[in-house]
């Protein structure tokens, strides 16, 4: 895992009371944020801006009640989370002091140093939601790449991610084996990435419910996947790689595969450093013990051995081949439109 300027978390604020100080726009748009996302929003302003009066009187979510007065001490006590839109650094330091002192995460809009956690540029696609940081370094850039993903994520999505919510439980107690659950969501994925937007319906969950149960045997059999990583970059991946990789239990890599690449592998998945040419036995090895195994090796490489090894074994094998080599870069073509010679 490379370096992270700050850990992105997820708050869980339903029904739990946040506090606002401060009566401008900005103010206005944290508890509009806190709103939404399911809190009892109380906000501390004697002079509470057009913005703030009109969300308390239609809050997104969770209501908003405006305090005309300044925020006090004892206003931290049992909060969840405190919000602060200061004027002066003197002003932040008593605020994000009064917040901690009582136990509380803080956030002084756009004085970073006083800061415990940050907002970021938000996708919305709730349940799915996608939040973007720069660690304050870059906003409009963060502002930028969310106006990108607002275009590359279809809001299909959303009605998806609250079918799998709502699904979660039924396969938790379908009877399927811990793999067996994990191939209905891989297969529920698949399904929603090709049909993005159109509603999930109780017919999608039967069917993928039943296709999962007919391959319960072949579920608890391990599988093995031979992916070519090409000449390093990531973004020369096949598709087909980037599934196997997001897909796979354990990572058999060599010395060639780059740190970038690995980093597309699923959280989860275990790696590990093998050489070039071994590695046969670990791969039937884990395989017969029911993993998902993906054996990354650089380059566009030769992997019959591998594959005679796994069917000998009677082990499911798929090839992925990548990339010889990186493509080169293309010839400029002067204003006249004639090659140079």
Known sequence: ????????????LEGRRAVVAGGTPAAAWKAELLSAAGAEVEVYAAEPCQELLALAAEPPR????????AWTIDDMRGAAIAVGACDTDE???????AARAAGVPVN???KPKFCDFAFGAIVNRSPLVIGISTDGAAPVFAQAIRAKLETMIPRGFAGWADAARRWRRQVQISGLSFNGRRRFWQAFTALALKQPDRAAEQADYDRLLAATAAEAVSAEQGSVVLVGAGPGDPELLTLRAVRALQSADVILYDDLV????????RREAKKMLVGKTD???LIV????AGRRVVRLKGGNPDIDEEIATCRKAGIAVEAV?????????ATPVPQDGRLAS
């Open 285 to 288: 090895g884990l395989a017969k």
């Open 258 to 265: 780059s740190p970038e690449i690995l980093e597309l592998a």
């Open 1 to 12: 895992m490379a370096p992270l300027a700050r850990l992105p978390l997820f708050f869980a």
């Open 321 to 329: 081949p990548g990339i010889a080599t990186a493509p080169r870069p």
């Open 91 to 97: 002003e932040a330091v008593h605020f994000a002091a």
């Open 62 to 69: 969770g209501s908003i009640f405006i305090h005309r007065r």
């Open 108 to 110: 002084v809009i756009d």
């Open 279 to 281: 590695g046969n036995s």
